[in-house]
Each structure stands twice: as C-alpha cells, then as structure tokens.
C-alpha cells in the first residue's frame, strides 16, 4: 500500500470510473452503510452492468460472524468468483465486516474501499487490517489484506456530525502524539477539528500511517505504536458493546489515550508538561465521551487481559516517552495500570459534572 493506491482529495466519486477499471472484474459488487444511499446511487449510476448490493447499518454491533455469514451469503448470491470485486462504502465498521468477508470469501476476492468517515478516512480503511468482535473480545477476528484502493473523498465528511467528527479526529491526534511533533503543533494551533483536517492533518495522518505500514505490515515493530490509547480504549468498547452503551470508537480511543499518558507519566518516561500538553488537546477538541465512567476497573482489567497484543502473560503497552516519539512497554504491573485508570476515571467525572 502507498500514496498510489490511497487518495485524499474532495471530488473523488466523481472520477470513480477513471479510477477504477471495472472491465477487468468479471463482476462488481458494493457493501454500502444504510445511511449513505444517496451516495450509493450515484456510484452504480458509474457502473454497467449496476452491481448487486448489499445495505448495512453501521456500527461495532455488526462485526460478527453472523455479519460476516451475511456478506458471504450476498457475495453467493451475486455468483462473485476471485476475479470479482466489492465496493465498500462506509465507516470503519462496515470497512472492518465487509473487507474480512471479502478476504475470506473464495480465499479473497478485491476490495476498493470508499471510507465516509473521518476515522475511516484517517485510520480504519488505511493498512490493510479487517476486524470482527468474537468472544466478548473487540477485533478478536481478522486478517491482513491490502484493498486495491482507497479513495478517501473529503466532501463525505460534510455528512458527519460533529460528534463523529470528533471521534474521527482522536485516530489524528494519536498518531501525532506517537509519530510527529509538527503535526501535534499544527494540531494545537488549530481553532477546530475540520480547520485541522482541511488544513491538511488528515492528509499528513495518511501518508505517515502509509510509510509505517510500508516498512512494518503485520505489526512485528513500529506499528505496534499505532496501538497507543486502544488498550484501554478497547477495553471500554467492550464493555460498552455487552451493556448496549453508547460508546464511539475515538472517544474509547481518547480515553484510553489520556488514561495510557498518565501511564506513561507513572513509569516516568513521559513529562509533566508533555503530558498537560496531550490532555489539553484531548480536552479543548472534546474528544473525551461525556459523559462517566461505569465500569469498575475490576471489569476494564478483565477485557484488557484478553487483550490480542498480550504475549503470554505480558502485555505490550505503546505509550509516549515524548511527543512525537513512542515506545512500546511490557514492564507494567498492574498496580500502574489501575493507578492510570483511576486517574482517568476522577478526571473524567470532574470534566463531566463541569460541563
């Protein structure tokens, strides 16, 4: 994967048939988010003969096997062979289910991704990662498989509510946090998350998520670092899934990123000015979940053991040692973690009961 088969600009849809030669597939099928027919229609407008398609609604509680089941019966259905290929509109969600299905369905058939979301377009449709929830556990299930592009088209994001815009930009400022310092000043200089991401930060989060997977695609070294602030963070989404808590996956990331600083702070790699520096930014975008915590840190430590980056009774933390530069740490005792936890949690209650 390189900045050849992933593009960032505003009007892509538009030039999605010089992008794409559809003649070379023997059939051409699209997963959309049910929330994007408009856009949907417009993209098999494009195509001749009109692909087969299959609606979903977004969102983690589809990343299943009876999610993934379902995209396997639609590809049957639409007879798609290995020379055939999905479309996938949607959010990291529907990007998560649809390109594990297509990559196990026949041993793996192509995928264009056509991200809608913020943290789609900065994060989940970029590497080539596909993800299910199994087990209680959140992306238990999946693979490796780069897409044959990914087109993340700017004016999508003019859908979004500001919430989601919110949560698209923590997978930015992590990345930021753990790989470029420039970034994280332009981040904080910025009056606000879209200022940010058409000044050019999402375009910066894609080229440095790019360069990183170029030298590491399975996680075996740096991008083990892209993994600061989802320990925590998917711990709490686990848990938010099982008590049908409303819960996006960047303000789980933000907190886990605020909590995993002060874990940071804690092993004395990472400064207290450094540190005021991450929350401030975490704060003043409102990335945080507003409202508090629920969940015992009993329950957080629960998931977290189950946690797929464990190596038999360790667990590798990617933390900040600086802005700009992280580390990864299996040396932590879980007397440090609850002490992380903890922290976030009577920071979090002060900051909701302040708004």
């Known amino acids: ?65 009876a999610g993934a089941e379902r995209c396997w019966k639609f590809f049957l259905g639409a007879e798609l062979d290995r020379e055939s290929l999905v479309l996938v509109l949607g959010g990291g969600s529907v990007c998560d289910l649809a390109g594990f299905a297509a990559d196990t369905y026949q041993r793996g058939v192509a995928v264009v991704y056509i991200p809608s979301t913020l943290l789609a377009q900065a994060d989940a449709a970029i590497g080539g990662k596909t993800a299910l929830n199994f087990g209680g556990i959140k992306n238990c299930l999946g693979t490796f498989r780069q897409p044959l592009l990914v087109l993340c088209d700017t004016d999508l994001l003019s859908t979004l509510s500001p919430r989601e815009q919110r949560s698209g930009f923590s997978e930015i400022v ?29 375009r910066r989060a894609v080229q440095l998520k790019l360069d990183i997977v170029a030298c590491d695609e399975r996680e075996a070294g740096v991008r083990r670092f892209l993994n600061y602030g989802h320990t925590f963070g998917h711990a709490l989404e686990a848990l938010a899934i099982e008590n049908n808590t ?17 874990l940071a702070q804690q092993l004395g790699l990472l400064g207290p000015a ?21 969940w015992s840190f009993g329950q957080v430590l629960q998931k977290i053991s189950h946690d797929k980056k464990r190596r038999g009774s360790l667990l590798d933390w990617a933390i900040p040692q600086a802005i700009g530069r992280g580390v990864v740490r299996s040396d932590v005792s879980p007397e440090v973690v609850e002490m992380a936890y903890q922290s976030t949690k009577a920071d979090r209650i ?3 009961q302040s708004v």
């Open 1 to 65: 994967m390189n900045c050849e088969t992933v593009r960032v600009q505003s009007g892509l849809l538009a030039e999605l048939g010089s992008l794409v030669d559809f003649s070379r597939f023997s059939r051409v099928a699209l997963i959309h988010d049910d929330k994007l027919a408009d856009v949907a229609a417009r993209i098999c407008e494009n195509i001749a003969p009109k692909p087969a398609t299959l609606i979903l609604q977004g969102g983690e509680s589809i990343k299943t096997v």
């Open 174 to 202: 992590k990345i930021a946090i753990m790989r470029d310092v420039a970034l994280f000043q332009e981040i904080e200089s910025a009056s606000d998350v879209m200022s940010a991401v058409h000044a050019g930060a999402l």
């Open 274 to 294: 450094e540190f005021s520096r991450i929350s401030a930014v975490i704060k003043r975008f409102e990335l945080l979940p507003n409202r508090e915590p629920i």
């Open 350 to 352: 002060h900051h909701a």
């Open 246 to 262: 409303d819960l996006l996956h960047g303000e789980a990331v933000a907190w886990g990123m605020l909590a995993e600083a002060y």
